[in-house]
């Protein structure tokens, strides 16, 4: 992006970013969420794997109406109108699919949280900062404040949260850990008298205050100055090392994730491009997507205009090519494309990609086709696709049924 301050980079994954004895803190298998409207199924995210593994921070980059949001969306029964479909969803051992309501909110209240890019759609902005995440706290119940509905109205319209009671001081304590100056001060504050930085802060201490195991953040600094977001992510990434808090990160900027994230999946159209340990990716990129990526990341600072951006748009969900989509786009594109898209592992441990130029009958130079064995190429892909294993190389034996 810039020259300007960025979060510091961290000596490599924090976490074994290759097969782990415990199973992943989030397994998502195979994920479909379908729109349904007025102009017909809009398959919005189709086919997505990936797994998250606990005090992880997990990147999922893509450009604009790639499919990011909804599939972070449909993990927690928030992709309103959509149709979800999964192999496997899972949060610990848990089948998130299998969930009603209610149970989803509570592990959206206690289990994962979500950070959005406009605070103000989770911050009321008729409450003082301190008094919503007062409640949060008492909501997740461990300050022993009673939380009965007359108790919680009458802080809400009479009295306040007092400032004595251990749900406040949590609240100021937890402004202080997101970098909040004078926080009992700030506690007393509406959003709109923060900054946009601040209120972003408001929203991590918001989304700490219910303990989870995993934040999700949908582009959780978009909105910033480069100088704040810098700020913002290192923040996050203190959290994760002292709370061990595993934070999914979604943002369209390859430079956010190469400097915050242990790994990363790369989304186009609704899939899975390339997936892989932050350095792999950036050292080795395999995909033609993620090149283009990568070399639209603007170096230096008048380089703002990203010159050499991939040509094109994301298509409309409702109108993919088949096999790859990305091939209309593709300088690389070649007679496979149109057959359906498989992952492909390279040598480094989870580092996959769904590009039909790593197939065994191809022979390529990474950028080119040189040689290709049309009907052994495609039998390997039905091979592949019989094969579960190379989709998912580090699936646990949860031993459930799931959808
Ligand atoms: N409620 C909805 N109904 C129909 N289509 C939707 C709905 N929400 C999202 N979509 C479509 O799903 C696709 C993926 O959208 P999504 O918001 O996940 O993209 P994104 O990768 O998060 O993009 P951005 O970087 O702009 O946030 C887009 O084509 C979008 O138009
Ligand atoms: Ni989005």
Redesign the pocket.
Known sequence: MSSQPRPTQRAGPSVSTTVTEEPPLLAVDNLHTT?T?ERGD?P??DGVSFAINEGEVFGIV??????????ALSLLGL????TVTADRLCFRDEDLLAKDEAALREIRGNDISMIFQDPMSSLNPVMTVGEQIAEVVRHHGDVGESQSLFAELRRKYVTGTSESSASWQRAVELLDTVGIPDPADRANEYPHQLSGGMKQRVMIAQALAGDPDLIIA??PTTALDVTIEAQILNELLDLRDEFGVSIML?T?DLAVVRETCDRVAV?YA?EMMETADTRTLFEDPRHPYTRGLIDSIPRTDDDREWLDAIEGN?P??TAKPQGCPFRTRCDAAFSLCEEPLVAYSAEEPGHRTWCHLYNDAVANDGDEVQRVDDAEAKQLIQEHEASDDLVTPQRPNFGGEYR
């Open positions: 729109f409207t809009v919005a995210v893509g450009e604009s109406g790639s499919g990011k949001s909804v599939t992709a309103d109108g959509a949908d582009e979604i369209h989304m609704g994301v409309d969900p």
